[in-house]
């Protein structure tokens, strides 16, 4: 492969691989939150036990991420991403037999799969660097963050179509099969070296920890994406669950409509990008348009979830969440690409450090979503929760973020 093409440069395949990665890791991660439903109606689940399995994955999820990222910055994104797809496909499709073996055999099955999904962001970051001109990094994080969005409008349908066709333990299998074909694609069109011009050989080698954690700027990314994580996560999990028991939909039904909210995400993260580079080539600083950009996703988004509770029939519903989640995705537009912004050459292991703290929702508000559902016997409280939160995150990312080059 050849650094640029005259048709078809070198970075548009690696990018459009990456977001393949990102499409089935998606999938594989998303399936769970139709499938439990039937899963949990056949093995006798409360919602605390459907929490317990929504929420293992993160435990495997968080525990790598950082390794995951600091393997990317020593061996390079290509053989760390290709190995940890061929790992989580392999626990996708092993998710059934585990299921009907125990639920502590699939809680482990799920952790195993999150130590899998751990690198998809850390390595793709490290490839956008390797493989992606500077002046286009912007849109390509965007485009490949918004990919799980698209993961999601596809896998909430389609699992739900091939639970009522097939049977639940179908689309563990059959999406586990999709990402060994991504990984040959991935082993024999991707190249090991870089499609942009490599650091100087006297570019450190070492990871500058300390320097890293002592930027008030880095933990401005980091508390926002726990913030956006918290209503991210909840979202995906709960949200087939939400429309079940608020609406009385069906199976089927819950699934189509929890992709909606989704693919309005995928159109807006992709929309507030092109504005912040159009902002950007205005010549507004990073600092500006991060922030505003970060502000309107975490803000908008807290106030259409807060009056979620509040809709009395199922359209209402859906244009809240709906509104949630697409001005939600503007934030791919504001902290996503700063770590590019701050210390280009550290996005990986920045990206790592971030998603390590913003992981913890996935295992602490999806299960305490099913908790307080449980305990209130409706939605209201955890999303009220989860309002405050992503409200919480705009305000400290608009008093501590930054767009200024920090370290190199």
């Not at 056949?42 to 435990?59: A, M, P």
């Not at 909606?260 to 159009?278: G, K």
């Not at 505003?292 to 996703?297: A, P």
């Amino acid at each position: 492969m050849t650094a640029r093409s005259s048709r078809w440069p070198a970075h548009y395949l690696v990018v459009l691989l990456l977001c393949a990665a990102v499409f089935i890791s998606y999938i594989d991660r998303t399936n769970i939150s139709i499938g439990a439903i039937a899963m949990q109606a056949q093995l006798g689940w409360n919602e605390t036990q459907k929490g317990l399995v929504l929420s293992s994955f993160f435990i495997g999820y968080i525990l790598m991420m950082l390794a995951g990222g600091a393997l990317a910055f020593r061996y390079g994104g290509k053989i760390v991403l290709g190995v940890a797809v061929l790992w989580w496909s392999l626990f996708t499709a092993l998710t059934p037999p585990a299921a009907l073996l125990s639920l502590p055999a699939l809680v482990v099955a799920r952790i195993a799969l999150g130590l899998g999904e751990a690198a998809v962001f850390p390595a793709s970051m490290n490839m956008i660097g390797r493989w992606v001109p500077p002046l286009q990094r912007s849109r390509a994080v965007a485009l490949l963050i918004s990919m799980l969005y698209v993961g999601t409008v596809f896998a909430l349908p389609a699992t739900a179509w091939l639970v009522r066709g097939y049977g639940w333990p179908f689309p563990f299998y059959a999406f586990g099969a999709v990402g060994l074909l991504w990984a040959a694609a991935w082993f024999a069109a991707v190249g090991n070296g870089w499609g942009v011009e490599p650091p100087a050989a006297k570019a450190p080698t070492q990871i500058p920890w300390a320097s890293l954690v002592r930027m008030p700027a880095i933990w401005a990314i980091v508390v926002a994406h726990f913030c956006a994580n918290w209503s991210l996560y909840v979202q995906l999990a709960w949200l087939p669950s939400y429309f079940k028991h608020a609406f009385g939909v069906t199976l089927v039904n819950a699934g189509a409509l929890s992709a909606a909210p989704w693919l309005a995400a995928f159109i807006m993260a992709n929309v507030s990008a092109a504005a912040a580079d159009r902002l950007l080539r205005a010549g507004r600083s990073a600092t500006f348009v991060r922030k505003l950009m970060n502000t309107i996703g975490l803000g908008g988004l807290g106030m259409f979830l807060l009056l979620l509770p509040g809709a009395t029939s199922l359209t209402a519903g859906l244009i809240l969440a709906c509104a949630a989640a697409g001005l939600g995705a503007c934030v791919i537009a504001g902290f996503a690409p700063n770590c590019f912004d701050i210390a280009p050459r550290h996005a990986d292991v920045i990206w790592g450090i971030s998603n390590t703290v913003a992981t913890l929702p996935g295992i602490v508000g999806v299960f305490i979503t099913g908790w307080l559902v449980d305990r209130t016997g409706s939605f209201a409280a955890p999303f009220y929760l989860t309002a405050g939160i992503a409200l919480l995150g705009a305000v400290a990312f608009l008093v501590f973020g930054s767009g200024e080059r920090r370290i190199d």
